[in-house]
């Protein structure tokens, strides 16, 4: 024990002599740790406002019942359960625009609901006698209250004009939503005797034989334990949050391990003196952990606490991002969670270990004479490429399995992975095999001596140069997937938005009155009705949209592939239209057949069509109108599309407004529907570029901490040339010069990575995750720009150095010739 903490102490001592070395192995650490813990921060709140929203109905031990084939039963299928002694508490839920926020509204009998859900608090406290006496109540958790701006007691409206009883504060409620009476709900929602579910109590579960005893096939059992719709649609968005996190956590690691790579370099004469002194390999290796036992402690707390602060700053588009895409709704206030501190901290651990393995080993197996000596450093350095060279070329065959046999979002993540890590370990190969041509092919000897002296500095560099590539190949690569994703989106919206006028009326009785005032006015060339229900495919949520006969989607609806006479077929025959990613998710194509749950019994329908849905996770139908509203009679018939000419615009909508007033519960013109729709977009991708810029940040803090330590270590190098008469600015601008030249070749190996991995997430994980797949896009530009920064950031993280060099004391150089070496 006292020779590990005398081990402990000589070892210590060096960073107290290099506190540069010190300091960017701390903030290499911590930024690594900050970021991986930032993204599971936000993974975890994500969660947990998913769970909490499910616990209202289930709290993990109450069974639901919900419609078959999808969407809201008759409320007389609860009736008929209670009255065979099943004790079932009736819910409804739907969505409600209040303000500017979409609000899912949960409509609750409290009397009856069971104890095993979250609200069950209701049920036995005084608030269950205010929902049902007198005006009633709603509740909504605070962060909801402060959400919309409302004040304890206050009345919210929603957008189809319906006044809810005063809302207070219900810490138990779900992110995002108001509860109150199902009554209240019923009629807010405009679903009268209409329920979306029934909660089971957990004392008496349902047997599955008794159900079809009493409601037939109109109802399904879901069990507490099921995962929810809404996780399994957001399960793509996290696990890309989480490649990302993964991978700034590998940028970062490679600083920490340059960071250790030098330090063990610069101690190899203590612990030659160490081992010479009879310091035993096994007490050495037990100070080096005790070191890196303290380092992630240290390191590992500031990072956990830098990810918390880098996850409330994203929470709020995170949160966008998932509520436009999935309409689930996140609270605003970062849950302090244990498991991702304990995550952040776990992976602080498992990268200094990592990152101090390799060196310590390499160091440890040096006989003890020579550990001291820099050329047998370099030897052994020269193996640990060859190693390195078998690993890229495993890693690029594991890439090329894995691409085989890729039916899966971490087997497409796998093969980016996979290459990316090959081609950056091969980067320190080639770069130095460019450098020997180069060292060849020089006439002058400065000339050879900058090449020559290259190749000594890649070994130092070869990790923050293989972040660099990361980082530049990353930006390439995702840079060119949203921008392309952008120019496709844009376009499909283009295509899909024709109609000049959107609205949604209040109610269906409603919508009749506002069709029949349209069909007077000359402006409105076509009324387009686009009803909506939903139903289940292979346990799958689906949206089914009527479409009638009209040009706006014979000429405009865009098409993947099409049988003949699409059109006709669409609304003569039983046919139907179907979404790209459903139809993946099916594995059916054109001139299959799909049995489609309706209200009543099971349509059989022929594939006429397939269409892209860009941007929508959820599977899509398109029927011809009539038939939706024969199949699905309780669908909520208040959507429709208006043509105008275009001058018309605003003084039509100007009268509908005048005119129907609060029967109008929606109504929006093309272009603002479009600028909606578009600034969805550009949030969801807000958390993609954020952590794409920080990987760049990271990257160039590598570069930098390796440049900077290294500049002590390569005075031995300098000062022989110095001594021969070359001056110290100009020494100083080879230096600069050099660094520019290997960020230079970085990122031209960075542009065709950069095009594979967007050819990854367009081909492979886009389909995986969301069931479409977008046209490949280049973008010269964009690699242009890639090029520039590639050389800012080399210019940043050398000119320290240099400066440093440039202005080094005669008395500093003719130091190395007065030392051992």
Not at 111 to 118: D, I, N, Q, S, Y
Not at 548 to 564: I, K
Not at 748 to 772: D, E, S, Y
Request: charged share 20%; aromatic share 8%.
């Amino acid at each position: 024990m006292r020779q590990t903490l005398f081990a402990l102490a000589a070892l210590l001592s060096h960073w107290r002599r290099h506190p540069a070395n010190l300091a960017t192995l701390i903030i290499g650490l911590s930024v690594a740790t900050a970021l991986w813990s930032g993204v599971q921060a936000l993974n975890a709140q994500a969660r947990k406002s998913y769970d909490s929203a499910a616990a209202a109905f289930t709290g993990g031990e109450a069974q639901n019942l919900v419609a078959a084939r999808g969407g809201l039963f008759p409320q007389t299928l609860f009736v008929r359960l209670r009255r065979a002694g099943v004790k079932v508490s009736p819910a409804i839920e739907g969505a409600a625009r209040i303000g500017e926020k979409n609000i899912r509204l949960i409509g609750l009998e409290p009397l009856t609901l069971p104890a095993a859900t979250t609200l069950a608090p209701l049920r036995e406290s005084e608030e269950a006698k205010y929902i049902l006496t007198g005006e009633g109540r709603s509740f909504a958790a605070p962060q909801t209250l402060r959400d919309l701006h409302l004040e304890a007691g206050a009345r919210a409206k929603t957008e189809r004009g319906y006044v809810l009883p005063p809302i207070h504060p219900l810490e138990e409620a779900p992110p995002g939503a108001i509860v109150v009476d199902i009554g209240v709900a019923q009629k807010a929602l405009d679903r009268k005797e209409r329920l979306s579910r029934l909660i089971v109590s957990s004392e008496t579960p349902i047997d599955p034989a008794k159900l079809v005893e009493i409601a037939g096939d109109a109802l399904r059992i879901v069990e507490p334990d099921e995962e929810s719709d809404l996780s399994r649609l957001t399960d793509s968005f996290h696990l890309n949050l989480t490649a990302f996190g993964l991978l700034a956590f590998l940028v970062g690691f490679f600083i920490v391990n340059a960071s250790f790579g030098l330090a063990f370099e610069q101690r190899l004469p203590t612990v030659r003196t160490l081992r010479a002194l009879g310091v035993s390999a096994r007490a050495l290796s037990a100070a080096l952990f005790c070191e890196l036992v303290a380092f992630t402690v240290l390191a590992g707390g500031l990072g956990v606490i830098g990810g918390y602060f880098i996850a409330a700053a994203l929470l709020p588009d995170v949160a966008a991002s998932l509520e436009g895409l999935y309409g689930a709704q996140l609270s605003g206030t970062l849950a302090l969670d244990w498991r991702w501190w304990l995550s952040g901290v776990a992976m602080a651990g498992a990268g200094a270990l990592l990152a101090a393995g390799s060196g310590l080993l390499k160091t440890l197996r040096l006989p003890v004479l020579s550990v001291a000596r820099p050329i047998a450093w370099r030897e052994a350095h020269q193996r640990y490429l060859r190693r390195q060279a078998i690993f890229a070329a495993l890693s690029l065959l594991g890439a090329a399995l894995a691409f085989r046999v890729a039916d899966g979002l971490v087997m497409g993540f796998m093969v980016i992975a996979l290459t990316l890590l090959g081609a950056a370990l091969f980067l320190p190969l080639a770069l130095e095999a460019l450098l020997r041509v180069g060292e060849r092919l020089a006439r002058r000897p400065l000339a050879r001596w900058f090449f020559a002296d290259g190749r000594q500095e890649i070994a130092g560099l070869s990790l923050a140069l293989m972040a660099l590539l990361l980082a530049l190949a990353t930006n390439i690569g995702v840079g060119g997937m949203v921008e392309g994703f952008r120019q496709t989106f844009v376009g499909w919206l283009d295509e899909r938005l024709i109609a000049e006028i959107y609205y949604e009326a209040a109610t269906p009785a409603d919508a009749r009155e506002i069709e029949e005032w349209l069909a007077t006015r000359s402006e409105a060339t076509a009324v387009l009705p686009v009803w909506r229900a939903r139903t289940r495919l292979a346990d799958w949520p689906v949206e089914i949209i009527g479409m009638v006969p009209h040009e706006t989607y014979s000429a405009h609806f865009t098409l993947l592939d099409a049988a003949p006479d699409v059109w006709r077929a669409l609304h003569e025959e039983n046919a139907v239209l179907i979404s790209e990613q459903l139809a993946r998710r099916l594995n059916v194509g054109l001139g299959g057949s799909l049995d489609i749950p309706t209200s009543r019994d099971n349509w059989r329908a022929k594939i006429v069509g397939i269409f892209p849905d860009y941007g929508n996770p959820r599977g899509q139908l398109r029927l011809d109108h009539a038939r939706v509203a024969r199949l699905f009679p309780d669908v909520p018939g208040v959507h429709y599309a208006l043509r105008v000419a275009a001058g018309d615009v605003p003084r039509l909508m100007e009268d509908m407004q005048t005119r129907f007033g609060p029967k109008i519960a929606r109504l929006i013109d093309n272009a603002e529907i479009k600028k909606i729709s578009k600034d969805i977009f550009e949030r969801t991708f807000t958390v993609t570029a954020a952590l794409n810029t920080l990987t760049l940040i990271v990257s160039a803090i590598a570069l930098f901490a390796g440049l900077l330590t290294l500049s002590n270590l390569r005075i031995a190098h300098i000062a022989p040339v110095w001594a021969m008469g070359v001056t110290r600015r100009r020494l100083a601008g080879l230096e600069l010069l050099r660094i520019l030249l290997f960020s230079a070749g970085v990122a031209l190996v960075a542009i065709p990575l950069g095009l594979f991995m967007t050819w990854g997430l367009v081909a492979i994980v886009n389909v995986v995750a969301f069931g479409w797949r977008l046209p490949m896009h280049v973008f010269p530009a964009h690699w242009a720009q890639v090029f520039v920064i590639a050389l800012v950031t080399a210019l940043f993280a050398s000119v320290v150095p240099a400066l440093r060099l440039a202005r080094s004391a005669p008395a500093d150089l003719l130091k190395v010739f007065a030392n051992e070496r």
